[in-house]
């Protein structure tokens, strides 16, 4: 995916006839000194168009009253700035084709940024149409995550709106509405012959088209990316070894998905719904059905909670690390989880008559504990089989089995000891037997 090589105005102004956008982009190509000329048309068709030729009454109808809930319809939001991010008229300041959505529709789109005041991200059908859009206003947070177990490097692009999180209960007036969809988005890095001498073949070029885009809109927000002094993972990445790994593999209910420990909260992708959990809506975490190779995650918010499950055991230090260092709540030991907890008994009770206490070790720290405890008490519980016991004493089977083993021969009743001398008698021989007892 790259810039457009042409002038944007000229994509839009000829977005409605594919064929002589074609012509006019083959005109530049053969004669670049048409750029100019081709795009001063084009600027000018596009003002002729939004002040002589104004939007039927019954399209702006259908855009302010879309779902008619809570102003929100495919990740676009209501208002003056969404309706003209909606024009097709408005100039894009980027453009960006063949791009590849999967959040709000799974297709192949071009993917345009407006800047200035009204100014938001949008896509753009193959003809011509705005298929969805967000002002910059109306967003709540940008990421760029990696997409974990691919061959190739991606980033997925997350545009996460106001009350589109999945977490946070939707304000009042807001109640009987479905919440936003986000836009999300996949990059790909160009590789081998692709990559282009002096360009960054990663999304950074794009984040910083999107930072300098919501600057112009008078927003204070930043693409996310991760961050190794956040959080890293401990596993390997068996598809590229020697890379970071910065999710952790987890299942919601069915689903499977990954978990990302940002420097803003947690975000569970890729699949829909989305979850961001941002450290204001987090009241606790706690570890719950802890194995010896896996164990799960609680997330609690204000009136809800997200259980991510057979998460591996590997990453326990790294959230533990993360958990402490942003000050969340472990819950682990909470009196309503204790009945959760696998291979774990309640603690006693102190002399208060109060369970558990200030310096409680976490349930994942204490199943570890006792898990070893069990494999000391076993070998501390070990008993050699019968046949070792016997071995040990005296006996006319067991001294026949070693001396055959021996290769030697000894008449039964006799018993051969080191230090005794053949001839002794037999009660030379018990003395002996009685000392070593």
């Known amino acids: 995916m790259a810039g457009s090589a042409h002038p944007e105005e000229i994509d839009i102004a000829f977005s409605g006839n594919p064929e002589l956008r074609k012509r006019v982009h083959a005109a530049i190509d053969q004669n670049p000194k048409h750029s100019t000329l081709f795009r001063d048309i084009s600027t000018y068709i596009l003002n002729r168009t939004s002040q002589s030729v104004p939007e039927p ?39 960006y084709t063949g791009v590849s959505f999967s959040i709000p529709q799974r297709k192949k789109l071009t993917l345009e940024l407006v800047s ?67 836009i999300l988005w996949t990059f790909e890095e160009a590789s081998g012959k692709n990559i282009i001498e002096g360009e ?86 706690s570890y719950t059905n802890v194995l010896r190779n896996t164990f799960n995650l609680v997330v609690q ?14 990453d326990y230090p790294g959230i533990t690390e993360y958990v402490q260092k942003h000050g969340l709540q472990d819950a682990s030991m909470a009196a309503a989880r204790r009945a959760q907890k696998l291979n774990i008994n309640p603690p006693a009770d102190n002399e208060n008559g109060v369970a558990g206490g200030a310096d409680e070790e976490s349930e994942l720290t204490k199943a570890e504990r006792l898990l070893q405890d069990e494999e000391d008490e076993d070998e501390e519980d070990y008993e050699p089989p019968a046949s070792d016991a016997e071995s040990e004493g005296s006996g006319s089977d067991d001294s026949d089995d070693e001396d055959e083993e021996d290769g030697e021969d000894y008449d039964e009743g006799e018993e051969y000891e080191e230090g005794y001398e053949e001839g002794e008698g037999e009660g030379e021989e018990m003395e002996g037997h009685n000392e070593r007892y």
């Open 200 to 285: 960054d073949p990663g999304p950074r070029p794009i984040a910083s088209a999107i930072n300098e885009s919501v600057k112009s809109a008078g927003i204070r927000k930043q693409v996310v990316f991760p961050d190794p002094e956040e959080f890293v993972s401990a596993i390997v990445q068996s598809h590229r070894k020697g890379e970071k790994g910065y999710h952790v593999k987890a299942h919601r209910g069915s689903k499977e998905g990954y978990l990302f420990f940002t420097s803003i909260g947690i975000l569970y992708g890729f699949k829909k719904p989305l979850l961001f959990f941002d450290f204001a809506a987090i009241t606790s975490i």
């Open 57 to 95: 009454a019954s399209k702006k109808r259908k855009l302010d009253n879309s779902n008619g809930n809570n102003g929100v319809q495919n990740g676009t939001a209501k208002g003056a700035d969404t309706a003209n991010l909606l024009s097709a008229s408005t100039t894009a300041w980027k453009t």
């Open 116 to 182: 200035g005041k009204g100014g938001g991200v949008r896509g753009i059908g193959a003809d011509g149409k705005v298929e969805f859009g967000i002002a910059w206003k109306d967003v709540d947070q940008i990421f760029c995550l990696p997409v974990p177990e691919k061959a190739k490097r991606q980033h997925n692009f997350i545009v996460l709106p106001v009350y589109g999180d999945g977490v946070n209960p939707l304000p009042e007036d807001r109640k009987d509405a479905p919440p936003p969809d986000p």
């Open 301 to 314: 918010s204000v009136d809800q909670e997200f259980e991510f499950s057979m998460i591996d055991q590997e």
